[in-house]
């Protein structure tokens, strides 16, 4: 395999020849040049070698979005490093896991961090800075001493570009190792499939330690040569402020739920806006409709997931039907299937299973675990329940695990349940995603007490308050007496589903 397959090389081979053109608009209106970003990432890919990272080291990052927090990415692509971003949200206990699991040579994280970090850090053996979306912190400091480098080390296609930590059959996160030719495939089909053309201009307001903001968004844009209209996050005034300087948005449904809720979307407001793309959880078909009705444009729905970026897409010109997800990329393979990997016949729902360029490497240091993943054939096994009309769309109906999807963040029930467990008074409790209209999914836990303490909803979440990111505490907490089981004693979480199911029908 070539050993030129950086991915730096493809992004740079298409930026603009004009040295000023723009290539992030902040939302200050300030301004840095596809020249800019090319030198700063060079610059910053030379310190981190200065740092002593070398390629095939980790670099976890946890900072807030900012344009030198895709510099650090871009500049993790040159020297060779594997770029780890970590949610914003996750607390000290959750980072503690992945350090001890990724043994990071660098990790960055926001200054207001560092008190918890520091020591967790020091025991990893990793080197800590820090990086604000200010321009400061103390690698901003070792990046202004800096001397100016063009540096991009030679990579081959399979070499890993990032790990991405996602949740699985148990309550442990696995790393979906991510190489070059991974994102390099995934990004130059999105790119021709969605049909960027010269001229376009994205706003990007999605995170970017995600897959869909980090290389959905940002890899189609600079393969482009786009503007990028970058806020830090999402701000419904500023997108409706900027949507008719830009001709696409990507986002989560909520995008969609909050844009519909405000006064200045209208069709005049969209003019010039040629595609809505929506990810990462499920779009609702009122949403869609609503959407529709209001600007006459139909969002363009996608599919994917950590480990394989995107799968599958609504069509660019043709029919874009909600509660679909469309049909398999070019490149992309896949088959519905039965518990033991059999195709199952069209229009019965199954078990989405999936072969093409974009399917990741496998889980970091989880050999046993990979391979349980892997059909004899190569077919990766989603866990996403689907089924595929006679001509090829597909539609995702479900999940084989207990996965809950919140506001597009994957979330695994066991990590909570354990946690709640440990609360004195509560004997057991399970935890469920419900239909929430924002969210998509919310969290919900359902729990048993002992008797030995009074609980009260707000008693659990205070419990849970500084142990886990906010976006997986549970939103509502139901106390019954016992759990619904089956006959083998496993609780029948879709019996509690469907009993809550209109509990935040309100919201």
Same mark, same amino acid.
């Given at each position: @395999?070539?050993?030129?397959?950086?991915?730096?090389?493809?992004?740079?081979?298409?930026?603009?020849?004009?040295?000023?053109?723009?290539? &992030?608009?902040?939302?200050?209106?300030? %301004? /840095?040049?596809?020249?800019?970003?090319?030198?700063?990432?060079?610059? @910053?890919?030379?310190?981190? =070698? =200065?740092?002593?990272?070398?390629?095939?080291?980790?670099?976890?990052?946890?900072?807030?979005?900012?344009?030198?927090?895709?510099?650090?990415?871009?500049?993790?692509?040159?020297?060779?490093?594997?770029?780890?971003?970590?949610?914003?949200?996750?607390?000290?206990?959750?980072?503690?896991?992945?350090?001890?699991?990724?043994?990071?040579?660098?990790?960055?994280?926001?200054?207001?961090?560092?008190?918890?970090?520091?020591?967790?850090?020091?025991?990893?053996?990793?080197?800590?800075?820090? /990086?604000?979306?200010?321009?400061?912190?103390?690698? @901003?400091?070792?990046?202004?001493?800096? =001397?100016?480098?063009?540096?991009?080390?030679?990579?081959?296609?399979?070499?890993?570009?990032?790990? /991405?930590?996602?949740?699985?059959?148990?309550?442990?996160?696995?790393?979906?190792?991510?190489?070059?030719? +991974?994102?390099?495939?995934?990004?130059?089909?999105?790119?021709?499939?969605?049909?960027?053309?010269?001229? $376009?201009?994205?706003?990007? =307001? &999605?995170?970017?330690?995600?897959?869909?903001?980090?290389?959905?968004? &940002?890899?189609?844009?600079? /393969?482009?040569?786009?503007?990028?209209?970058? &806020?830090?996050?999402?701000?419904?005034?500023?997108?409706?402020?900027?949507?008719?300087?830009?001709?696409?948005?990507?986002?989560?449904?909520?995008? #969609?739920?909050?844009?519909?809720?405000?006064?200045?979307? $209208?069709?005049?407001?969209?003019?010039?806006?040629?595609?809505?793309?929506?990810?990462?959880?499920?779009?609702?078909?009122?949403?869609? %409709?609503?959407?529709?009705?209001?600007?006459?444009?139909?969002?363009?729905? %996608? #599919?994917?997931?950590?480990?394989?970026?995107?799968?599958?897409?609504?069509?660019?010109?043709?029919?874009?039907?909600?509660?679909?997800?469309? #049909?398999?990329?070019?490149?992309?393979?896949?088959?519905?299937?039965?518990?033991?990997?059999?195709?199952?016949?069209?229009?019965?729902?199954?078990?989405?299973?999936?072969?093409?360029?974009?399917?990741?490497?496998?889980?970091?240091?989880?050999?046993?675990?990979?391979?349980?993943?892997?059909?004899?054939?190569?077919?990766?096994?989603?866990?996403?329940?689907?089924?595929?009309?006679?001509?090829?769309?597909?539609?995702?109906?479900?999940?084989?695990?207990?996965?809950?999807?919140?506001?597009?963040?994957?979330?695994?029930?066991?990590?909570?349940?354990?946690?709640?467990?440990?609360?004195?008074?509560?004997?057991?409790?399970?935890?469920?995603?419900?239909?929430?209209? $924002?969210?998509?999914?919310?969290?919900?836990?359902?729990?048993?007490? +002992?008797?030995?303490?009074?609980? $009260?909803?707000?008693?659990?979440?205070?419990?849970?308050?500084?142990?886990?990111?906010?976006?997986?505490?549970?939103?509502?907490?139901?106390?019954?007496?016992?759990?619904? %089981? +089956?006959?083998?004693?496993?609780?029948?979480?879709?019996?509690?589903?469907?009993?809550?199911?209109?509990?935040?029908?309100?919201?």
């Amino acid at each position: @395999m070539s050993a030129d397959a950086n991915l730096y090389i493809l992004l740079r081979s298409r930026f603009p020849a004009a040295a000023a053109a723009t290539c &992030l608009e902040l939302a200050d209106g300030s %301004r /840095l040049s596809y020249a800019d970003i090319d030198a700063r990432s060079g610059r @910053m890919a030379g310190l981190l =070698a =200065a740092l002593g990272v070398v390629p095939g080291d980790r670099v976890m990052v946890q900072v807030d979005k900012s344009p030198d927090a895709v510099v650090l990415y871009l500049a993790c692509l040159r020297a060779g490093a594997v770029f780890l971003p970590l949610n914003t949200a996750y607390t000290a206990r959750e980072v503690a896991y992945f350090l001890d699991d990724a043994e990071p040579r660098l990790v960055v994280c926001s200054p207001r961090a560092v008190a918890a970090l520091a020591p967790l850090a020091e025991a990893a053996g990793s080197t800590l800075l820090t /990086l604000d979306d200010a321009a400061g912190g103390t690698l @901003m400091e070792r990046f202004a001493a800096a =001397a100016g480098s063009d540096l991009v080390v030679p990579r081959a296609g399979d070499d890993l570009a990032a790990i /991405l930590y996602t949740s699985g059959t148990t309550g442990r996160s696995k790393g979906a190792m991510l190489s070059h030719a +991974n994102l390099a495939s995934n990004a130059q089909v999105l790119h021709d499939s969605w049909g960027w053309r010269a001229g $376009d201009v994205l706003i990007h =307001a &999605l995170p970017i330690f995600h897959v869909h903001g980090l290389f959905v968004a &940002l890899h189609t844009a600079l /393969l482009n040569g786009s503007p990028l209209l970058f &806020l830090n996050k999402f701000d419904a005034d500023a997108i409706v402020e900027r949507l008719p300087r830009a001709t696409v948005l990507m986002g989560v449904p909520t995008f #969609y739920v909050r844009l519909l809720d405000h006064p200045g979307l $209208d069709r005049e407001r969209v003019a010039n806006m040629r595609l809505f793309v929506s990810g990462s959880a499920p779009l609702l078909e009122e949403t869609f %409709r609503a959407f529709e009705e209001r600007t006459g444009q139909r969002i363009l729905e %996608r #599919y994917g997931m950590t480990e394989a970026g995107m799968i599958t897409s609504n069509p660019l010109d043709g029919e874009r039907i909600a509660g679909t997800v469309g #049909y398999f990329l070019p490149g992309i393979s896949g088959r519905i299937a039965d518990a033991d990997g059999n195709e199952l016949p069209r229009g019965e729902p199954g078990v989405l299973e999936i072969k093409g360029p974009n399917v990741f490497r496998g889980y970091w240091r989880m050999p046993e675990k990979t391979a349980e993943e892997f059909r004899p054939d190569g077919h990766f096994i989603t866990g996403d329940i689907a089924v595929m009309a006679a001509d090829g769309r597909i539609a995702i109906v479900g999940r084989a695990k207990d996965l809950i999807i919140s506001g597009g963040y994957n979330i695994y029930p066991k990590e909570i349940e354990l946690l709640i467990d440990a609360i004195p008074g509560v004997r057991e409790s399970a935890v469920i995603g419900i239909p929430h209209p $924002d969210f998509g999914e919310a969290v919900a836990a359902v729990v048993v007490g +002992n008797g030995s303490e009074a609980l $009260d909803e707000a008693a659990v979440q205070q419990a849970l308050a500084d142990e886990l990111a906010r976006f997986k505490q549970p939103r509502k907490v139901f106390f019954v007496d016992e759990l619904p %089981r +089956n006959t083998m004693g496993k609780v029948q979480k879709n019996q509690l589903r469907q009993t809550y199911s209109t509990a935040f029908s309100g919201a």
